[in-house]
């Protein structure tokens, strides 16, 4: 087992660094042993940056299905046949509702997630301008959006509304993206994250992993990431779903995943990591592990098309491990 090794990683990130670019690629070869040993050190790292608070976000799929985006993951594309659900924007009053039962259950963030390229019709966006401005008058809950390839202009007026943060994935590393997505390209979701940026907005930016794409392309994905300067960073894993463009992959192995998790603690030792869509799929009865390998966020309740843990569970997980759900915006 290269013990020294991995010493000398966590004392890097320790203090406050990074590690590089070869050594991220080097965990690629670890054994389950040195994984273990490892999420023994990215455990000491999460504590000493992030303490013992876990940060739960929920979210609301608030206009789903007949995207016109070919994203091969996704179920809410029109250029595939699922089950998925099709409907237009919710009202304000249901988006709020939905807020609100989230800070009920312990959230201490809510993103309005919209289906398709961007919310650029007039009567959509001031939906979610005007639900943005009641949540926060009437909730305690730090406000986020998905919604799309926005242009500057309208997030500026999502900004001027309340939002705290945009959420916008790059979904996968550059070198990988064309064969996942042929609609939009890499550099138009870069530009949507430095558009979010400008606007004043924090970022929440991370991607899908286990779509076919290599270690060396998770490390690429991750130092990309980095050099952009955001705040956040969901982890998914994919969930293949019949339909889609990738039914035929199948689910992670967990300890890939928990590698996963542990690689991005050690790139990004200071960033918020919520581990989001495919945590129950892929991690199964080893979910605890995920904060050991270095996440210190979970997304709570039910995700875009499919049903999450019941947020008592997560809640007594968190608890049961001797951490803190944060239930207040911070």
Do not use: W
């Not at 979610?128 to 309208?154: F, N």
């Not at 300890?255 to 991690?283: H, N, S, W």
Request: charged share 25%.
């Amino acid at each position: 087992m290269r013990k020294e090794f991995i010493d000398g990683l966590i004392d890097t990130v320790l203090q406050g660094e990074g590690i590089s670019r070869n050594d991220a690629l080097t965990l690629e070869t670890f054994s389950h042993d040195e994984l273990e040993y490892l999420f023994l050190g990215t455990n000491k790292v999460r504590e000493a940056f992030k303490g013992k608070d876990v940060k739960i976000c929920s979210i609301v799929n608030a206009k789903s299905g007949r995207c016109v985006e070919d994203c091969s993951f996704c179920a809410q594309s029109s250029k595939f046949d699922t089950d998925s659900p099709e409907y237009e924007m919710m009202s304000v009053e249901e988006i709020v509702a939905a807020a609100k039962e989230a800070e009920a259950f312990g959230s201490n963030e809510f993103s309005i997630v919209a289906s398709g390229t961007a919310v650029d019709d007039r009567q959509e966006l001031d939906k979610v301008i005007e639900a943005v401005k009641r949540i926060k008058a009437e909730t305690s809950l730090e406000t986020c959006c998905s919604v799309g390839l926005m242009s500057l202009e309208h997030l500026k007026e999502l900004k001027a509304a309340g939002l705290d943060r945009c959420h916008h994935n790059l979904e996968t590393a550059a070198s990988h993206f064309e064969k996942i997505v042929s609609t939009h390209t890499y550099a138009d979701e870069v530009r949507a994250v430095e558009n979010a940026k400008e606007a004043g907005l924090q970022v929440c930016v991370g991607g899908i992993f286990g779509m076919g794409e290599s270690h060396t392309q998770r490390v690429e994905l991750a130092f990309d990431i980095k050099a952009l300067g955001t705040q956040s960073f969901p982890i998914n894993f994919l969930k293949p779903i019949e339909g889609t463009g990738l039914e035929h992959l199948g689910l992670m192995d967990h300890y890939e995943a928990l590698k996963t998790i542990a690689l991005l603690r050690l790139v990004l030792p200071q960033m918020d990591l919520f581990v989001c869509g495919g945590r129950e799929e892929v991690l199964n009865s080893h979910q605890e592990k995920l904060f050991a390998a270095g996440a210190n966020g979970i997304l709570g309740g039910n995700y875009l098309t499919t049903k999450g843990q019941d947020p008592k569970r997560d809640i007594e997980m968190i608890e049961g491990l001797g951490l803190k759900p944060v239930y207040e915006s911070v």
